[in-house]
């Protein structure tokens, strides 16, 4: 306290009062406790777009990190550009500053950002940025509004069969024990459910959600995504969904890093970063080292069949030959974009009419096998 008084004196200042400031477990504020998480798609889109359309109108890059610090909801991202703001006004270049920060700014986000500090062409960049964002967005936006409803139909499936289970069973079978008279099929098999979930139901929910975080763990290991991410391509309707959604990212990414000034080699390298099927991945990455041996694009998508239909390598050779290979990639983008829309609603509307079949299925099997032997009884009674 002493010491604190002397200092503020010695700097000419006039001590009023000084109190010990408290410790507190909490070193942000409490309203921003569970703001603490991964940064949003939707709220890095509108910084990104922010971000473009202040620097196009001619303001100071700190100032303009410095108003969108204010506006942007994000604990975490108003700490990162805390400290980017420091990083820039120390020399440091925008790309690296946020180059510190992986999990929020992707490889593309960073390289984009480079390739246009060299260039130029910043504002322009983060436009393509902001419009590559949009697209990612749109598309998964599309994918979980297809399957909302398939979803909500198979949490309502899941509750009766639990609510079947835990609140109608145990009270049926011990009306069915006490009949003498021999009991249908449906029946017995009812019975025998019912005598299995009371002596291991909770062995069993325990063993699922065992089950499930067992194949979320293996889906993360590097040894063995690579053998999952190729079986989903084989699987009749998914790998479609999945080769399609990887098609339509690797174009619209390669075209907006080649648009933004990036040489190919950096701008397949950074795709490959960006899809999510290992196999796509490794592709681009055997790509990549051959075409710094002088192979052209087209040629080498085109060995590569599998993953990229024909129709993918004749544009890009149309493209290459134009000299309008971003143009190429954008237009295979929208098709592909395109395609998975309208796949995932088609599966999501073949999937509809199965679920309700199956809860029809089970709730009248239920019902049968309750109504079935009271129907016996009463007749042999009328008897």
Known sequence: MKAGKDSLAKQGLLVISIKEKKKTFLK????????LGRVGALEKLMFTKHFSVMLKSGVDILEVLKALKEQVSSYKLRKILEETISSVSGGQRLSDSLAK????????????????????????NLEYLAEQMNKDYDLRRKIKNAMAYPTIVLAATVIIALSLAIFVLPKITKLFK????????????????????EKYGILVIVGLIFLVLLVRWLCRLKSVKPYLDRTFLKLPILGRIVQNINLARFSRTLGSLLKSGLPITVALKVT??????????????????????????????????????????QMVA?????????????YLAEFYEAETDSTIKNLATLIEPVLLIFIGLLVGGVALAIISP?????GRLGR
Do not use: C, H, M
């Open 318 to 330: 149309t493209g290459e030959a134009t000299s309008g290979l971003e143009t190429t990639l954008f």
């Open 272 to 313: 490959a970063n960006t899809l999510g099927n290992a196999s796509y991945q490794k592709n681009l990455i055997e790509i990549e080292k051959e075409i710094q041996k002088g192979a052209t694009l087209a040629s080498l998508l085109e060995a590569r069949k599998e993953f990229f239909p024909i129709t993918v390598s």
């Open 374 to 378: 009271i129907y016996q009884i009463t």
């Open 101 to 124: 920060y992986p999990k929020v700014f992707s490889d593309l986000y960073v390289n984009t950002i480079r390739a246009g500090e060299e260039g130029g062409t910043l504002s322009l």
């Open 28 to 35: 942000f504020p409490p309203l921003t406790i569970f703001s």
């Open 178 to 197: 006490a009949f003498t008279v021999p009991l249908p099929l449906t029946t017995r098999i009812l019975l025998w459910l019912a005598d299995f979930l």
